[in-house]
């Protein structure tokens, strides 16, 4: 124990989490500072707390361990706090074709024995991925693995007036279910099924070439 009566120097998992919980409920903690520059402030925080304390008393060899304990103690408590799903937004930019190298029939064949088996947000996610190969066969994205399924919507929509909002509906659930953890269901797999053989169906309205003539 401290001779202050402060908090136990070697904290139990439960001390050094409301330790951490107390620490980041500061108002100093709402600035815009990344968690790995506040676990550095806050453990020579600590640091600068033992050497004032009973720390000039204990010889490195104990300061040192004591220390890293303290820092292994905040980087578990936020690896708790850390909210459920945040790396996934880290790869949200990933692109739509990213590592597939398939035709869009061959994905659309994938994409049919996946919902059979009854993985319908895979299936989804392929289809879509057939509505992406698709265009860049007709030649209406340029080939780009690493396109977004924004990007998709937004390049691919003008070329396709009449289905503009549905191709920017299965982007952003794409997206939704790939990134989000959200689940597709059997009338979802319909959808995207249905827009990409009407998309294939449809002559592509080229509105560079409008105002070229125009």
């Avoid at 600035?31 to 600590?46: E, V, Y």
């Avoid at 890293?68 to 996934?88: D, E, K, M, N």
């Avoid at 919902?115 to 879509?128: M, P, T």
């Amino acid at each position: 124990m401290r001779r202050d009566g402060g908090p136990p120097l070697d904290p139990s998992g439960g001390t050094a989490h409301d330790w951490l919980q107390r620490e980041l409920s500061k108002p100093a903690y709402a600035d815009q500072r990344s968690w790995l520059q506040r676990l550095w402030d806050w453990a020579t925080d600590r640091l600068g707390d033992l050497l004032q304390g009973v720390g000039g008393a204990l010889p490195l060899y104990v300061l040192i361990p004591l220390l890293l304990a303290i820092v292994a103690a905040v980087v578990f408590g936020l690896s708790r706090l850390q909210p459920r799903g945040a790396g996934r937004t880290e790869k949200s930019d990933e692109g739509v074709l990213t590592d597939v190298d398939l035709s869009a029939e061959q994905l659309r064949s994938r994409a049919e024995r996946l919902a059979s088996e009854g993985a319908l947000s895979a299936a989804f996610i392929d289809h879509f991925r057939a509505l992406t190969r698709r265009a860049e066969e007709r030649a209406l994205l340029l080939p780009q693995p690493g396109r977004t399924a924004h990007e998709v919507g937004t390049e691919l929509a003008p070329h396709f007036p009449a289905q503009s909002d549905g191709i920017h509906s299965a982007a952003v659930f794409f997206d939704a279910v790939r990134y989000g953890g959200a689940e597709a269901d059997v009338d979802d797999v319909a959808r995207v099924s249905a827009l990409d053989r009407e998309i294939d169906r449809t002559r592509p309205h080229h509105p560079d070439s409008d105002r070229v003539s125009a």
